[in-house]
């Protein structure tokens, strides 16, 4: 792989020096600024090898860097062991910015390249910015670099969408669309472009498989006041999907048209939300904006259809309990199994981390309305779960063994909902590290279960909850706490999380988050416990109104690794009842054997 | 005081009339954005009538109204009471914004005013901003409505300066402007223009008497990366302040040529930080940067200066906690004082709020090197003691009588260091709900004193900490927990904080920071419980450097109204603890009777 990498540096160099560029960037986005990147924009990982979800390369004539986060420090040394390209290790101290590293490798007066295609507005206006203040560097964003060099590339993916049921969306398309153009006109807008897919998918209640565990598809969405325009390779619309479009009011064209939709667009401005929007189609507009002729002008703001889509509505909560209740019956059978073998491994079939996600997976398909996984399963057993985002390959899978911890976090697409879980699981005797990084994630997790706050507070000043007994201890982890969940959509859902940064949206009623602290110490262990979570109504006083969370996710959190002495009572108190109510909602649906084992799972502390 | 009001408001408009303005705003704030405005500044209490330390006003040709925070919701209704001003409760549901509101009242295509001077660059761009939304109004800030109709207005403040001696500041001035450079050059700046008063008292090392309980003197400080010009009335400078100045690199210029200054700044850019100069200054630069001949360029940014000043040195720091040893001294003098009345209050001198006040302020100014008080006392009793921001008057003062809580919150400055401290006190027997506020307000105290974090955290993440158990039972304050407090220097201090709203500055070692939450039930009863304390380092671990706090206040909590069935452990054994280190420190300054009362207010729980 090494060698394959340093042909194409070898390749891109010559593209440069033909083109006068000093350096080109090469981030992790597409032009749709998705979190999973469809293999036609995946430039980076062809460039650099490295196939982390997060990173961008930069190479110049000399030199080539990697950024990433502590997420795939190990990850990211592996796969670029042997290449040119040296690690830069985000939010660590010294490591340098990719605007500070370029001055310094390239010098005052240097061009670089970005493909203004595959980033957002606001990301090439903040490159734009902080590379000028490097001696001057300015930027190109009118070249794909790779366009010459990348053979076979994959295509654009094409795969037919189907139509999401109003029984599941719970809001037909049309009424979603007069909701959007109301929350324009608050903010004085009259239209705007969608490029996110799962905010498209959500708008107009229709589905794909054009990226992997996201159920959305390729296309862009310009609402005005009068149309709606879907920019979509048409061959994925069957006669059925085309006639639902037009009964919606949403008009069709080709994706290729969307810089000659936004040219015709007639109004007096469009809403384009600058971290969603790339920058290319946003020059489009920019450029009008500046003309003569036309008097469009750029609002500014978050797309509005971002919080509306996180807010669920009855239907939608209905669907995901349901769908909650058919994983939480997947994983009582994955964990029960999973039990029988530790009693007498020995014996048994030789289990991996690769081969019991292979089981967990064929368990949900056997649930009903099961689609795919929600995101690649992270099975780390011993010192894998210290990795954050670990996945096991063929080369990294090892056997697991009576003893020591496995962190498994995993999910599902059904029709009906997204689920999201992890669970730390005991396979055998544990060290006294291994139990007390357990114990602090899972009161940092129950002291999340356990907040009521006024609506309207942000994710933020919630987080510490999770972490205040961890930094007693010097402990931390350096990812959010928790996100937001699709309804069979993205397992990411933005833009509420708890999370140490900034992360103004408002929480209100109605919303999904995860709940996930974790612990990780390189090379030893690892230790995360997540439920889904729903914001709910709590009280109201003279003070306003308080919410709660309501866990959505239905299994047993492991118990035996548990250091009593660490729980405070309250903290008891709430593992019980969430055992208790655990067994109350699954019991129904397992045979005898499985209610057993449920009901000894879910014992009392 | 309504008639002399609405009398006032009517010379208003026939200026408004002749100027064809639909409507002037009259903010709380000044040239320096100061939080203690120098009564030559004070328009919006001239114009409404109402003293609070934050509002604004707003009047039309036909309306008038003040928008304010719940501090002063019902002072501010007192106040308004008979004029023609409505208030506006900020931050309540259906309150509208100013400029919504003056869309509504003035209609489209109007002209507003407001004075540039005495208004942040920032938020007279957003007012411009905003108010063009509602309809393209336009924002005059070239004229101070008030100037053609102030009789007697008082002059700008003109007390002598005085020198701060290094034995208490720690660094010299010199030095400290050579620490500005080179945090200017990591902005890319190559001078910066300083209007915050207590920004240029901390660099000078001087201080004055020219706001009320800030010691700073009104100025601008302008440098560049040759100069530093101090533009002050001069005949405010002794000659010994002039030969230090000079001695220190400092040159100096008449006040009023601060725009002359600007001007004749002939370097390639310049930090103005848009929060702290003002808008007309900003404007004076900013015509320069697009003027044909200079091309001086603005740098915004946040003053580095600012959070310079917070991390105190070892010398500021000694001298801190000998002050807070001064301060805990008089408040158990006082402590004493007041339960020697409880014990037999009938037959007693009857007490006010006004006169328990008068009685602190003088045991304080029995302590060493005590020059004034550092903010206007809260002494709130009962009822009063639920009004965040009370200020007793002779008209509002009432009796204490041997029951019930009072709130005094109160704080001094030394030469030495500048405190701040609130303690909550039962003076006889107390309700239920009084005892269980008191203890919540308690618990929230202690949890942020045991918060140990990651160092550059921000008070953001912290906040919740203080809420979190008020939250759970519908409770809440709408203030901030926390505020830096400065040495010899103002009594609040940013940009870091304990807050709900978004702080993004780092919480490093050497900051002091306030932990006050509190809660307050209208008409009924508040609490309030205050430290000031100072961030040291806790442990560094695999996971980086952690902080804790330390209490700097001395002063023994009021443990009579604990309900100590809603305390846990941990927080029990923290104000044993507290308790202990306040009887350890305090006892060898106090004499045998005051001993004895202080072994008694700090016994174990």
């Known amino acids: 792989m090494a060698e394959t990498i340093n042909k194409r540096l070898e390749d891109l160099r010559e593209v440069m020096r033909r083109e006068h560029l000093a350096a080109c960037i090469f981030p992790s986005t597409d032009p749709h600024q998705g979190e999973y990147i469809p293999d036609h924009w995946k430039g980076r990982e062809f460039i650099s090898g490295f196939n982390g979800s997060s990173g961008t390369a930069v190479v110049t004539l000399q030199s080539a860097a990697l950024w990433t986060d502590s997420r795939y420090f190990i990850a990211a040394e592996e796969q670029l062991k042997g290449t040119e390209f040296q690690l830069m290790k985000l939010k660590i101290e010294g490591t340098p910015t990719i605007p500070e590293w370029i001055g310094k490798e390239c010098g005052a007066g240097a061009e670089v390249a970005v493909d203004g295609m595959v980033n957002s507005a606001y990301s090439v206006k903040e490159l734009i910015a902080d590379l000028r203040k490097q001696g001057g560097i300015t930027l190109r964003t009118n070249l794909d670099p790779l366009a010459q060099i990348w053979q076979n590339r994959p295509p654009i993916p094409d795969h037919p969408v189907e139509i999401y049921p109003l029984k599941y969306a719970g809001e037909a398309a049309h009424d979603k669309i007069t909701r959007i153009r109301l929350a324009l006109r608050k903010l004085h807008a009259d239209g705007m472009l969608m490029s996110a897919l799962d905010d498209i998918a959500w708008t107009l209640n229709l589905r794909g498989t054009d990226v992997h565990c996201n159920p959305v598809f390729v296309s862009y969405l310009l609402i005005s006041s009068k149309d709606v325009t879907l920019f979509i390779n048409k061959e994925k619309l069957s006669p059925e999907v085309f006639a639902y479009l037009k009964a919606e009011g949403v008009g069709v064209d080709a994706y290729e048209n969307v810089k000659k939709g936004l040219k015709d667009y007639f109004e007096y401005n469009i809403l384009l939300d600058p971290d969603e929007v790339n920058y290319t189609l946003y020059e489009v507009v920019r ?142 005797p544990l060290t006294d590290e291994e139990k007390k990084i357990y114990t602090l994630v899972l009161k940092g997790h129950i002291q999340i279960e356990l907040c009521k706050f006024p609506s309207g507070s942000s994710g933020t000043q919630i987080d510490i909850l999770a972490r205040k007994d961890m930094w007693r201890e010097g402990l931390n982890y350096l990812h959010g706490t928790g996100h937001g969940v699709g309804t069979y959509l993205n397992v990411h859902e933005g833009p509420h999380q708890f999370r140490m940064e900034w992360k103004p949206a408002p929480l209100v009623a109605g919303m999904t988050i995860t709940d996930e602290p974790g612990i990780y110490l390189p090379g030893r262990c690892g230790a995360r416990t997540e439920n889904t979570l729903l914001i709910v109504p709590y009280r109201e006083t003279e003070f306003g109104r308080f919410l709660q969370f309501e866990p959505l996710t239905l299994c047993p959190i492991d118990k035996t690794p548990i250091v009593l002495e660490m729980m405070a009572p309250e903290e008891i108190a709430w593992l019980n009842d969430y055992h208790q109510l655990v067994f109350d909602r699954l019991s129904p649906h397992l045979d005898d054997d499985e209610k057993a084992w449920l009901q000894e799972a879910c014992a009392k502390l």
């Not at 509505?313 to 939480?328: H, S, V, Y």
């Open 287 to 428: 450029r009008q904006e500046s003309g003569v002729r036309s008097k469009v002008e750029i609002v500014e703001e978050e797309s509005p259809v971002k919080r509306m889509k996180t807010v669920k509505n009855e239907t939608e909560i209905a669907c995901f309990r349901n769908a909650m209740l058919k994983d939480g019956i997947a994983m009582v059978k994955f964990l029960k199994w999973l039990d029988l073998w530790k009693e007498d491994s020995s014996a048994a079939e030789p289990l991996t981390e690769i081969s019991i996600d292979r089981k967990l997976t064929a368990l949900r398909a056997e649930q009903p309305l099961y689609r795919d996984i929600s995101f690649d399963t992270i099975a780390g057993y011993g010192e894998h779960a210290a990795i954050v985002h670990y996945e096991a390959t063929p080369e990294t899978d090892i056997p697991l063994q009576p003893k020591g911890l496995l962190l498994l976090d995993s999910g599902a697409q059904y029709l009906d909902g997204t689920t999201d879980i992890t669970r730390t699981i005991a396979l055998g």
